[in-house]
Structure formats: C-alpha cells, structure tokens
C-alpha cells in the first residue's frame, strides 16, 4: 500500500502556519538545541536521518536508510499540547536476506501521537503518552511487514541545565494486513541522555532498542552522536554525524560498527 501523496501539502501547511519569525529570533541557538534533546517539545522540527548499517545475513548485506522524521506539535489549549511524531524511512538494501538483489523505496511508516502538559511538573518532569501506529506504506515486501499495527507509546524526561535525561518506548502488536506474513509484536526503548553546550554544541548517547516477540530477539544498537545548531539566512539547522555499535542484533544481522548523519530544519512557534 503507497502513502497517499496528500500528507505532504499538509505537513507543509502545518509548518507554514505555525512558523513564526519572530519565535525563533527570540530563542537561543542554546535553547533550540536543548529543545532538539526534547522529543515532544513545542517546536516543529524536520529531521532527515541518513543511516548506514552493515553484516546483514550470510552475503554481509548492507543497508542505507534516510528517515523523514517531523515532528509537529499542536497546542490543544493553555494546559495541554498534542505531539505528532512520524517516521517514514527511504530505504535502499543489498543482500539482505541472503542472496536477495537490491530494493530501494519507502519502509513501513509509524506514527506516534503525544498528549502532554504544556508545563514540566513542579519536580521538572516531561512527559506524553497516546497511541503509535504502523502503517504499511512499504514499496516491497523486503522493506515492510506488510501489516498494519497500533499500540501505546509513551516519552519521559527531565532537563536540568545543559542535561537531558530520559527515555520513549512504545509497543506496536499487528491487527491486519497480508494474512501470509508474520505478526508484528514489538518493544521499542529509547533511553537517552544528552550534554548541550551555550555553543549550542550537542553531545548524545542512546539506544534505540528493539525486542521482538514473535521471533524471541532483540537489535541493540548503541548510538553516540554530537550535533551543532547553525543559521543560515535565519533558518536554524542542526547538523548531526555519529557512530553506533550493534551490542545486540538478530542471527540475520546487522553487524558491528554503523554509521549516522543528519540534517533537521526548525521551525520554533
């Protein structure tokens, strides 16, 4: 099933909408950044995600993926914001699954929602929760699960001068789709923690950690990245280069040491 094309004129919409030049004059390189530490924090922001993953199968196959990841929060009114979170992914992959040629085209897309306090709590706690959604949006059946999926999803942190501290998780169990495919029964944790600098310099350690049920494995990649907020002619980007190491993946693959760059345009309300 392709994505419908109408989702891209109304993120655009959204963005156009909400952008305010006089928002992000008003914040710091320094805060924008810590912003970026925040996955429901009340800015746009459009990250693209280049990842670079090797060792898969019996070929050594390898994998290059770009994430579409805008996040785009809406204030519902002076106590509450609705966060959306999407990941779309452009895959292109090599011998993969064993002597399996080349595909490139969209993945799978999830699409997480986050009802959250417009205020931390008196301690300095963030948080959101709702439902996370998989959608079979994959141009082959070697880039997707061919299943649609929904489940909870979840974000705690707490920020306290240049330190981010905190984790997402969300759980994601198949309900339809092509009826000769696998179930999806799957646990994503997030942990993370990040140092931001008054040079906006932003140095990260997470996993992006998942278990899967139905094949009893989990795929630990171990992420250490460091970022840099910029302008160019008043658009704030942050530019993003690091290492992951595969602590734990599937007999399958992937395999020791990947690679991760990114580039996320910010829209601050």
Known sequence: MKPSSAC??????????IYSTHGANAQSSEELAKKLSNPIASLISV????????????????????????????????????????????????????????????????????????????????????????????????????????????????????????????HIWSFAGQSDRSDVSSTFLQPFVSYTTKSAWTFALNTESTYDWESDAWAVPINVTV?????????????TAGVRYWAAAPDNGPDGLGFRVAMTFLFPK
Request: no cysteine; hydrophobic share 40%.
């Open 47 to 170: 990250p693209f995600q280049a990842n670079y993953d090797h060792g898969y199968g019996s070929e050594n196959g390898d994998k290059a993926t770009i994430n579409i990841q805008p996040v785009i929060p809406f204030s519902i009114d002076e106590d509450w914001n609705l966060i959306s979170r999407t990941i779309l992914p452009v895959t292109s992959q090599h011998d993969i699954a064993g002597p399996s040629a080349t595909q490139f085209g969209l993945g799978d897309t999830v699409q997480s929602f986050f009802l959250s306090p417009a205020k931390p709590t008196e301690s300095g706690i963030v948080w959101g929760a709702g439902p996370v959604f998989l959608l079979p949006t994959a141009t082959d059946a070697f880039l997707g699960s061919g299943k649609w999926g929904a489940g909870p999803t979840a974000v705690l942190l707490k920020q306290d001068g240049p330190w981010t501290l905190g984790i997402l998780a969300n």
């Open 8 to 17: 891209t004129p109304i993120v655009l919409a959204a963005l156009l909408s």
């Open 227 to 239: 970022s840099k907020l910029v302008t160019i002619d008043k658009q704030h980007i942050s530019l």
